[in-house]
T-cell receptor, first 112, second 112 residues
Framework: DQQVKQNSPSLSVQEGRISILNCDYTNSMFDYFLWYKKYPAEGPTFLISISSIKDKNEDGRFTVFLNKSAKHLSLHIVPSQPGDSAVYFC???????????FGQGTTLQVKP | ETGVTQSPTHLIKTRGQQVTLRCSSQSGHNTVSWYQQALGQGPQFIFQYYREEENGRGNFPPRFSGLQFPNYSSELNVNALELDDSALYLCASQQGGENIQYFGAGTRLSVL
């Protein structure tokens, strides 16, 4: 039972354009959502997060949007840079359990 | 402030053997979680330790066990290794009550 899904295994965008990565979840108990970026041979690096009481959180070039009614969140990267090329994981947690449930990841390639 | 460190970085074992993986949590963090990441998948939660006590467990058999020490470092032990245990094992630390987990670079385990 995949509670967190990233349906696009890969995404390719041109440098300077917007990258939009999507994530869907099924468990309504999730109350905190995170995005991690992972380069080969490194561990996941925390990027940005959002609490379920908000619908938007912004940090520099990165913005996360949460649509609770649709159980959907998205990460926007504007403008995209070649250094953003990595695997992006969406993760969700419920305060009561504390564990992170991850999606399968989306590989982003930003072309110069 | 030191980040999360894991050792060893790579390990090769044979089926039926036992393995111990180690993790030093980020300074000031009292909670450690372990995840298994198979190729092409997102990390899967194994268990979490808070102040030396197990604080939640994922869907892994009892041959996966752990410890947390008074300095909040942690070990993951796997007995009777199986071929399917080949994966990247990630350790993450957080301050109790906080939502963001910070990951180490992982230990790549190969079971032959």
């Amino acid at each position: 039972d995949q509670q967190v899904k990233q349906n696009s295994p890969s995404l390719s965008v041109q440098e300077g354009r917007i990258s939009i990565l999507n994530c869907d979840y099924t468990n309504s108990m999730f109350d905190y959502f995170l995005w991690y970026k992972k380069y080969p041979a490194e561990g996941p690096t925390f990027l940005i997060s959002i609490s379920s009481i908000k619908d938007k959180n912004e940090d520099g070039r990165f913005t996360v949007f949460l649509n609770k009614s649709a159980k959907h969140l998205s990460l926007h990267i504007v403008p995209s840079q070649p250094g953003d090329s990595a695997v992006y994981f969406c993760a969700a947690s419920a305060k009561v359990t504390g564990k992170l449930i991850f999606g399968q990841g989306t590989t982003l390639q930003v072309k110069p | 402030e030191t980040g999360v460190t894991q050792s060893p970085t790579h390990l090769i074992k044979t089926r039926g053997q036992q393995v111990t993986l180690r993790c030093s949590s980020q300074s000031g963090h009292n909670t450690v979680s372990w995840y298994q990441q198979a190729l092409g998948q997102g990390p899967q939660f194994i268990f979490q330790y808070y102040r030396e006590e197990e604080n939640g467990r994922g869907n892994f058999p009892p041959r996966f066990s752990g410890l947390q020490f008074p300095n909040y470092s942690s070990e993951l032990n796997v007995n009777a290794l199986e071929l399917d245990d080949s994966a990247l094992y990630l350790c993450a630390s957080q301050q109790g009550g906080e939502n963001i987990q910070y990951f180490g670079a992982g230990t790549r385990l190969s079971v032959l």
